[in-house]
């Protein structure tokens, strides 16, 4: 069934040239008597009409203007319900304010502005929150608020600069659906977001993908200092804190350190790494692999603080500790684990316990230590 209140509100504006014509061609012809003629065969004609300008509005049904659509070189259907524009421009109302500006070089209204299509150099703006849209071709379909943007998408914004295969914009609620090969690239802190599909949450200043993503962090020289991979991940723009979910990974060059863990909240400001759930850290360079239930890494600082079961294994050395927590100083090589220790080595085979352990288990270099930290149980020391 179609809205009839929306048919009712829907009305057109002529230019006075046309209107002139129009009228001049059914008024202005001379009266002559009507005499009997032979039948002759109808001439078939076009029974579009073409206008120089025309102007379209559409309003609810307490008269409040909806949005207005204004375009030369106007071809509509003999019903009034389709039509094709050259320059096209309009503008879009939320209670009385304007929301939206839009823009393109051709236009098609179909079925009386249920759908709008505009192609060629289309712009969208969003006067609440300055986003930019620019594309090659955009479906709007009016009742639902809705603009789909297509070929050569990007979207500019103080926060992102975006590309995509395709974006839906709901207007009302200023939400951004990226669908296929999205990229989004940050103004405020130097980093790229990339994933198959995202939601920017204008508003709230947030990107959320249920979809894997891959995130770099950059240096002011552009070259990347880390790189994130998750199946899900949420983004608030405002603060660059990112949210991993399922299968989170951190991999960064100065530290050469791995951190994996199911989830894990990434500030990319601070560049430090907060994992409350099970997580593994890999550095590279020394062979060391620490585990443990919980654990913060500032990459800055090349500190990670470990907590709940904390397991720290160097393959070279074959050396392996046990601790409640610790505190691993990853430039400086050394570790310092508290509550429950035990220590293993292979070469010479040695097992400890303590209440303390500090060293450097790369190099087979630590101190176990019991009670008060002052009475040392050994020491051991490779030859």
């Not at 500006?101 to 051709?106: F, M, N, P």
């Not at 790189?227 to 603060?239: P, S, V």
Request: charged share 25%; glycine share 6%; proline share 4%.
């Amino acid at each position: 069934m179609k809205d009839v209140n929306n048919r009712k509100a829907m009305r057109w504006r002529l230019s006075a040239g046309a209107l002139l014509l129009l009228w001049g061609l059914s008024a202005c012809q001379p009266f002559r008597s009507v005499e009997p003629s032979p039948p002759q065969q109808t001439p078939i004609t076009d029974k579009r009409s073409v206008l120089d300008d025309a102007t379209i509005e559409n309003t609810n049904e307490t008269g409040e203007l909806l949005w207005r659509i204004n375009g030369k070189d106007v071809i509509y259907s003999e019903d009034g319900k389709s039509a094709n524009f050259e320059t096209v421009t309009g503008n879009v109302w939320q209670k009385g304010e304007l929301i939206v500006q839009l823009q393109g070089d051709r236009g098609e209204m179909i079925n009386d502005g249920e759908k709008m299509i505009l192609r060629d150099n289309v712009i969208v703006r969003d006067l609440r929150n300055e986003a930019i849209v620019r594309c090659d071709e955009m479906e709007w379909y009016t009742r639902e608020n809705l603009i789909i943007a297509r070929q050569n998408l990007t979207i500019s914004h103080a926060e992102l600069e975006v590309t995509a295969d395709e974006g839906h914009y709901f207007s009302l609620t200023q939400r951004l659906e990226l669908r296929g090969n999205a990229i989004a690239t940050g103004t405020k802190t130097p980093m790229q977001f990339k994933t198959e599909k995202a939601i920017w949450q204008l508003p709230e200043k947030k990107l959320i993908s249920e979809t894997p993503i891959q995130a770099d962090r950059y240096d002011e020289n552009e070259k990347i200092t880390d790189r994130i991979f998750a199946d899900k991940a949420e983004m608030n723009l405002e603060t660059q804190v990112v949210v991993l979910q399922q299968n989170a990974r951190s991999n960064s060059v100065d530290p050469p350190v791995q951190i994996a863990s199911n989830a894990i909240v990434w500030n990319m400001p601070g560049r430090t790494v907060l994992a409350n759930q099970p997580v593994r850290i890999v550095h590279n360079e020394e062979s060391t692999v620490i585990t443990a239930n919980e654990g913060l890494v500032n990459l800055k600082e090349n500190v990670a603080r470990l907590q709940g079961g904390v397991r720290g294994i160097n393959a070279r050395k074959q050396a392996d500790i046990y601790a409640n927590e610790a505190v691993w100083a990853m430039d400086l090589r050394r570790i310092d684990a508290q509550g429950n220790v035990i220590y293993k080595q292979s070469n010479p085979p040695l097992e400890m316990t303590g209440t303390r352990a500090v060293g450097e288990i790369d190099l087979d270099r630590v101190t176990v230590t019991r009670g008060n930290n002052k009475r040392v149980v050994t020491q051991f020391v490779p030859n």
